[in-house]
């Protein structure tokens, strides 16, 4: 079963500089970005379709295509699905008092003409959000998201189309059926292992947690570290990649006290995380999407061929 709409982001909206974050790692198996589109099997309640999206449009008058192809005979119910693409790709948010704030702001401003349409790419959950940032906990970036690619080939719902496999995140379930033995298996520590099983017991049995985008970003960040093996950096990174906060900012992240502080700020060495958060007071409410600008800065002069390559 196939079906067909358009997306009309809110302008300015670059569908490229918005996607390159996808194009990190070789071995992303979710997120795809091919040939100027962006693939994602996804599912909204029991129904799983491939989305395929295409950018038709221009930066000052944006329009996305998108076609939905199923493994079901049934009519898909598009609506789920496209609320959670307008999220993953931010497609929503006014860019526009954000760029009033940036062009005051002596370092961002340069970087929001450069940029123009960037947004903040989200996971369509909170629980994927999560398992991502614990996986990242400590660790080499490509060696987490190698992690992450077999665990997705292992328990996600997958697809063949067209002489090609596609991978659905796995469900919570998932997570909290696995034993220890077995999630040691995936080259996890005993605290990650654990940690994982704990998220997949907490989102799978506990509703309310399904219901955090209604509280604060402070009401959250508690709701989600009173769990095991979550600490205030994995709750920041998936208030802003998980719910898509534009003020969430972990100023504990290593591309915050070493890459931002050193690249952008001229440091010497790395600041410290209060001095950070100190410093990023300025961007409220808008701490996400400016640290977005910032390590699309910092990939560009770096060298990467697409913004947004930096660790994160």
């Not at 997570?175 to 017991?201: D, P």
């Given at each position: 079963?196939?079906?067909?709409?358009?997306?009309?982001?809110?302008?300015?909206?670059?569908?490229?500089?918005?996607?390159?974050?996808?194009?990190?790692?070789?071995?992303?198996?979710?997120?795809?970005?091919?040939?100027?589109?962006?693939?994602?099997?996804?599912?909204?309640?029991?129904?799983?379709?491939?989305?395929?999206?295409?950018?038709?449009?221009?930066?000052?008058?944006?329009?996305?295509?998108?076609?939905?192809?199923?493994?079901?005979?049934?009519?898909?119910?598009?609506?789920?699905?496209?609320?959670?693409?307008?999220?993953?790709?931010?497609?929503?948010?006014?860019?526009?008092?954000?760029?009033?704030?940036?062009?005051?702001?002596?370092?961002?401003?340069?970087?929001?003409?450069?940029?123009?349409?960037?947004?903040?790419?989200?996971?369509?959950?909170?629980?994927?959000?999560?398992?991502?940032?614990?996986?990242?906990?400590?660790?080499?970036?490509?060696?987490?998201?190698?992690?992450?690619?077999?665990?997705?080939?292992?328990?996600?719902?997958?697809?063949?189309?067209?002489?090609?496999?596609?991978?659905?995140?796995?469900?919570?379930?998932?997570?909290?059926?696995?034993?220890?033995?077995?999630?040691?298996?995936?080259?996890?520590?005993?605290?990650?292992?654990?940690?994982?099983?704990?998220?997949?017991?907490?989102?799978?049995?506990?509703?309310?947690?399904?219901?955090?985008?209604?509280?604060?970003d402070e009401q959250?960040?508690?709701?989600?570290?009173?769990i095991k093996g979550?600490?205030?950096?994995?709750?920041e990174i998936a208030?802003?990649?998980?719910?898509?906060?534009?003020?969430?900012?972990?100023?504990?992240?290593?591309?915050?006290?070493?890459?931002?502080?050193?690249?952008?700020?001229?440091?010497?060495?790395?600041?410290?995380?209060?001095?950070?958060?100190?410093?990023?007071?300025?961007?409220?409410?808008?701490?996400?999407?400016?640290?977005?600008?910032?390590?699309?800065?910092?990939?560009?002069?770096?060298?990467?061929?697409?913004?947004?390559?930096?660790?994160?």
């Amino acid at each position: 079963m196939t079906h067909s709409f358009e997306i009309i982001p809110r302008p300015p909206y670059s569908f490229d500089f918005t996607v390159a974050r996808f194009m990190r790692f070789a071995g992303e198996n979710v997120d795809l970005v091919e040939d100027g589109q962006y693939r994602r099997l996804l599912a909204a309640g029991r129904q799983l379709a491939l989305a395929v999206v295409t950018n038709v449009g221009t930066v000052a008058r944006p329009r996305l295509t998108v076609v939905l192809d199923s493994p079901s005979r049934a009519p898909l119910e598009h609506a789920g699905f496209e609320t959670q693409l307008r999220h993953i790709l931010c497609t929503d948010l006014d860019l526009r008092p954000f760029y009033r704030m940036a062009r005051k702001d002596g370092m961002l401003a340069p970087m929001v003409s450069r940029f123009r349409g960037l947004r903040v790419t989200a996971s369509p959950t909170l629980f994927e959000a999560l398992v991502t940032a614990v996986l990242s906990q400590q660790v080499n970036l490509t060696f987490a998201y190698s992690i992450k690619q077999a665990l997705v080939e292992s328990f996600g719902r997958s697809w063949r189309r067209q002489g090609r496999t596609y991978h659905a995140f796995p469900e919570p379930r998932r997570f909290a059926a696995q034993t220890m033995e077995a999630m040691r298996g995936f080259r996890l520590s005993n605290a990650k292992a654990a940690t994982l099983i704990r998220l997949g017991e907490a989102f799978a049995s506990d509703p309310t947690l399904r219901g955090l985008a209604a509280l604060s970003d402070e009401q959250v960040v508690e709701r989600l570290t009173a769990i095991k093996g979550i600490g205030r950096w994995s709750a920041e990174i998936a208030l802003m990649r998980g719910l898509g906060r534009p003020d969430t900012f972990p100023a504990g992240d290593l591309g915050v006290v070493k890459y931002v502080a050193q690249g952008l700020l001229g440091k010497t060495g790395k600041a410290t995380e209060d001095e950070m958060r100190a410093f990023a007071e300025r961007w409220r409410p808008y701490r996400a999407l400016a640290l977005a600008y910032c390590y699309a800065e910092l990939a560009v002069r770096r060298g990467a061929s697409t913004p947004g390559t930096v660790a994160e």
